[in-house]
């Protein structure tokens, strides 16, 4: 009897993530929160944007809209450019007349724009404001590629999900950034990092950037680091940070 030999890859191994998905999680934490505002970075058609109800900031250099993203908001301030060119251009403080209270970060999926989202954010939040990173919890190896190339993808059914390698960030924070609290939270597709004890008047990252950049940009997510960075971020589930009405054991100081 011959026996075959596959020459195709194996399927990488999965990590499952089991709490909502993370519009409604965004939605629900907003309103128990009972959010002053919320920015958001990276908007495409608004799914997450339209069902925010506080005055809000949409930044993407490239709006595809296919609904209304004001939704039940009194106010909300489009700005259609990159967030490096926002934060360069604008002063999100000024326009709500307040520190940013949520940011959602999900523009472009590669670790150096996220770190440079995070840096220009962090000056506009007080210390109880909450950023929330998405898509740090790949749930395989293939979808954290810096550049998305489906077709090359062994494990067709996720080959669309990308997250680049913005879960470096996660790392780097932990870091260089003991002083802030990050909370990996389940929710899908691929998690959300919730930041807070934020420090508008840090310089660390900034400061460092060029440094970090060049020590990560050599860093990949192979097998030992896929399970070592899930080991170092168990996530919580979204619906138990939910149930807890303050949410102050998760992000408040
Ligand atoms: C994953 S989508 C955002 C999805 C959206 N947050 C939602 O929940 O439906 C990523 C978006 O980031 C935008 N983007 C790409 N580069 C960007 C940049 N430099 N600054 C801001 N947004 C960017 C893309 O145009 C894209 O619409």
Known sequence: MSEEISSSPPTPKRKSLIGPTYIAYIHELL?????????????RAGLCLAGVECPAI???????FDRNPMGKKR??????????EFFAEH??????????????LDGLHQFEYLLRDFINTEKHCGRNSLVLLDDCLPINIEMTER??????????????????????????LREYRP?????PVDVRPTGSMGISNLDPTSTVLEDRYFEIVDRYHE?????????????ANKPLNGLEILKDFEMSRYFKV
């Open 31 to 43: 309103r128990k929160r009972n959010a002053r505002n919320y920015m958001e970075v990276g908007v």
């Open 58 to 64: 949409g930044i993407d250099p490239n709006f595809i």
């Open 75 to 84: 106010a909300l301030h489009l700005f259609q450019m990159t967030s490096d």
């Open 91 to 104: 002063d999100p403080t000024r326009i709500f007349g307040a520190a940013v209270d949520v940011a959602f």
């Open 147 to 172: 550049l998305h190339n489906p077709t090359a993808r062994v494990d067709r059914e996720i080959a669309e999900w990308w997250t680049g390698d913005v879960w470096k960030v996660v790392s780097i």
């Open 179 to 183: 002083d802030l609290r990050v909370v």
């Open 219 to 231: 860093v990949v997510m192979d097998a030992p680091e896929f399970e070592a960075y899930w080991a």
